[in-house]
């Protein structure tokens, strides 16, 4: 997907009809001419596929959020139970809640550097220990995601998770503030000299500039820092403020468990409603709404929440916001364990500054009703 002009849906079917798994063996069925011959496909695709394999100039490698949760998990379960730690918690484009991850930045707040280090690199799914150092090692795990893990002290626990859960550019504003009130900002703290000032919590680190707590999905330098000082930063979405999901599937069409089951999965979960969208038999979309036939029949837009699909963008999401359009955050469920991606665009729709009043499925079912009403 990376390499462009493949969707999850032709991947899938290269994989499936050509066992291809990797660049290496798309190149290969390409120059043999199988590809045109799988369903879906054709020469002129084939030589499309070829030619932007000859321009390939590689790119940094991406794990998708869903996937780095799973090794966030279990590392963070795993340095917690070491010696002496105070504190694990994840950073960086993770902690941001970005669709992919690159390299993974854990923080771990201890007294004792060299034997959580010695715990770290001794983790059953390292494969490869790329540096190892007293507050600071990398290595490489089986799955090929690289790891960092920074050890700091209690003290300057806050200004550390400040500084590597970024992004760069948010950074860097938060730091030329610092420098316009005579403060020195990094990963160890707010110096006045050298005083430290603050440091062990983010939310004095703040302060010590003049800005209101930012969330991490707001780091990245869209108007956050310019927001937090003048008090407009929104209360973002959160998981508890959704009461219903509007777009599960049954085994009626292509799900796997029956509308009891999805209901009770619901139910479960405290939700209010649950809206079942099966397909019909001739799945398919035509004509569509123009944007004055939009505003007219007063549409929502979907934040699909299934974790490879993650659409609308935050971009998109703040765009929405900004035209005055409403937002339903959906699982698009095809099974009850489904529902419980429902984080994900949560996460999605914070990134793109959506507040609770933006989200229709925050409201009660009796507040839905109405809104869906039409004249």
Not at 88 to 94: E, I
Not at 208 to 230: H, K, N, Q, W
Not at 303 to 323: F, G, H, I, W, Y
Request: proline share 2%.
């Amino acid at each position: 997907m990376q390499l462009g002009g493949l969707g999850p849906k032709r991947v899938r079917a290269l994989h499936e009809e050509l066992a291809i798994d990797s660049l290496d063996g798309l190149k290969e069925a390409v120059e043999a001419g199988r590809v045109h011959a799988v369903s879906g496909f054709g020469k002129k695709t084939e030589e499309g596929i070829k030619a932007r394999l000859a321009n390939w100039q590689g790119q940094e490698a991406r794990t998708p959020l869903v996937e780095a949760e799973e090794v966030v998990k279990i590392l963070v379960r795993y340095l917690a139970a070491g010696p002496g730690v105070e504190d694990v918690a994840p950073a960086g484009s993770f902690r941001r809640r970005l669709e992919t991850v690159g390299d993974l930045d854990l923080l771990v707040a201890c007294e004792d550097p060299v034997a959580i280090m010695d715990r770290f690199v001794g983790y059953e799914e390292v494969c490869e220990v790329v540096s190892k150092g007293e507050t600071r090692s990398t290595v490489r795990l089986r799955s090929g995601m690289q790891v960092d893990l920074r050890v700091v002290p209690k003290a300057s626990w806050g200004a550390a998770l400040h500084y590597f859960t970024g992004s760069k550019a948010h950074n860097i504003a938060v730091r030329r503030r610092g420098v316009e009130r005579g403060l020195k900002i990094n990963e160890y703290g707010v110096f006045r000299g050298e005083d430290q000032i603050a440091g062990e919590t983010e939310e004095a680190v703040y302060d010590s500039v003049g800005l209101a707590f930012i969330a991490t999905e707001l780091r990245e330098d869209r108007g956050g820092v310019a927001a937090a000082e003048s008090g407009t930063l929104p209360r973002l979405v959160s998981l508890e403020d959704i009461r219903g999901d509007l777009h599960v599937h049954t085994k009626v069409s292509d799900g796997h468990d029956g509308l009891e089951a999805m209901a009770e999965a619901a139910a479960e979960r405290g939700y209010e409603y649950l809206a079942i969208t099966d397909h019909t038999k001739h799945l398919g979309v035509a004509r569509g709404l123009d944007a004055e036939r939009l505003a007219e029949r007063g549409c929502c837009l979907e934040v699909n929440a299934q974790p490879s699909r993650l659409d609308l963008t935050d971009v998109a999401c703040k765009m929405a916001k900004e035209a005055g359009v409403k937002v339903a955050i959906s699982t698009d469920a095809h099974g009850r364990d489904g529902l419980n991606n429902m984080r994900f665009g949560v996460w999605q729709a914070r990134r793109g500054w959506l507040g609770q009043a933006d989200v229709i499925n925050t409201r009660s079912l009796g507040e839905l009703g109405r809104l869906l009403e039409r004249a």
